[in-house]
């Protein structure tokens, strides 16, 4: 069996902006001037470590290449894969044809704040193991959504 895909969003997952503070861990950080801080918690670089010893990660957010240009470095990341996603403003369910093109036949946990019905409906009609992940974008990822990925992905070998 091939290795498992981790396709990782980065708004509402890494950047909890539905916080309404600072969450304790993070750190706000002005990766586009002008729109605002965004946070991002160091912490993370190392469960994205973690993941990838059982996983491929892959970026799945509309960052594109902005994740391994802004965000990796801070993270202590060597750069990342990333889906190509259509280009901003695009609706949430726009990002399943993306995201089945990346997984193929893989198995594949998608880590997202806003699973879509078609993202939904993507992962019930696959053959290949499928774990979707949600996360509210008020918290971020949480050390239980990194455990929940290396349950799934140690249940598949």
């Known amino acids: 069996m091939n290795r ?10 890494l950047n909890p ?8 861990g993070y750190v706000e950080h ?3 001037p002008g729109q605002g801080p965004e946070r991002y918690n160091p912490a993370h670089g190392g469960w994205i470590r973690e993941l990838a010893a059982v996983t491929d990660p892959q970026w799945a957010t509309s960052w594109g290449d902005d994740a391994n240009d802004l965000l990796a470095p801070l993270l202590g ?3 990342l894969p990333v889906v190509p996603f259509p280009p901003l403003p695009f609706p949430p369910a726009a990002k399943v044809p993306a995201i089945a093109a990346a997984a193929g036949d893989r198995p594949a946990a998608w880590i997202d704040d806003n699973h879509t019905g078609a993202g939904r409906e993507w992962a019930a009609s696959r053959s290949a193991p499928t774990l979707l992940v949600p996360v509210d974008s008020a918290i ?3 050390r239980a959504d990194v455990e929940a990925v290396l349950t799934w992905a140690g249940s598949l070998s």
């Open 140 to 142: 971020g990822w949480t």
């Open 77 to 79: 990341l060597d750069p």
């Open 4 to 13: 498992p895909l981790l396709l990782l969003d980065l708004d509402g997952v």
């Open 17 to 24: 902006f539905g916080a309404s503070t600072c969450p304790e």
């Open 30 to 32: 002005e990766f586009y």
